[in-house]
């Protein structure tokens, strides 16, 4: 028998030997509630057989299961390695719509911008026209265009192609523009 201590939060074991290390009792309070941040298994388990990192919670929560049955400790770790590096990237692949999205929404939302809008509505006051507000719009639908484009090719990028997505400089040449037109 062994003690195998698995971590909720990262979902993983992260102990495994004969005695229960007296960390394994940490829990959080969390709005008064007490949440346990691991959960303690005794159970067989033999290194030989099974890769620690193979170890998963069961669908009742109550015990430890293999997550690949029938394959060697090497088999195993390669397979673990596999999916954390697609959970990786997958990761990498949010992270980077969700700065994409941030860019838009600064470039938006930067003072200059919105000092550009006001300027445009006064000179067009004075010209009886919406010449110089739609000129501002027509540059806050290329910005969003950019935007929208950016995600389609980051959505149309294999999960290989992730670490080397171009991104950069989006929002560089509208910052370039909108200081231009000042």
């Known amino acids: 028998m062994a003690f195998l201590v698995y971590s909720l939060p990262s979902k993983q074991v992260v102990f495994a030997g004969d005695t229960k290390p007296v960390w394994a009792d940490d829990s959080v309070e969390l709005d008064g509630e007490i949440i346990p941040t691991y959960k303690v298994f005794e159970q067989d388990y033999d290194s030989s057989e099974v890769a620690v990192t193979s170890l998963k919670l069961s669908e009742d929560g109550n015990s430890l299961v293999n997550a690949y049955p029938g394959k060697t400790v090497a088999e195993q770790r390669a397979a673990f390695d596999a999916e954390r590096e697609t959970a990786r990237l997958e990761e990498l692949r949010d992270t980077i719509k969700k700065t994409i999205k941030a860019t838009c929404r600064d470039l938006l939302e930067t003072p200059d911008f919105k000092w550009k809008i006001k ?63 000042q």
């Open 119 to 181: 300027k445009a509505k006064e000179t067009d006051a004075f010209n009886g026209n919406n010449d110089a507000l739609a000129a501002v719009y027509a540059e806050r639908k290329a910005i969003r265009d950019k935007n929208n484009e950016l995600e389609t090719k980051l959505a149309n990028t294999p999960t290989s192609g992730l670490e080397n997505f171009d991104y950069e400089g989006y929002g560089e040449e509208i910052s370039i523009s909108l200081q231009q037109s």
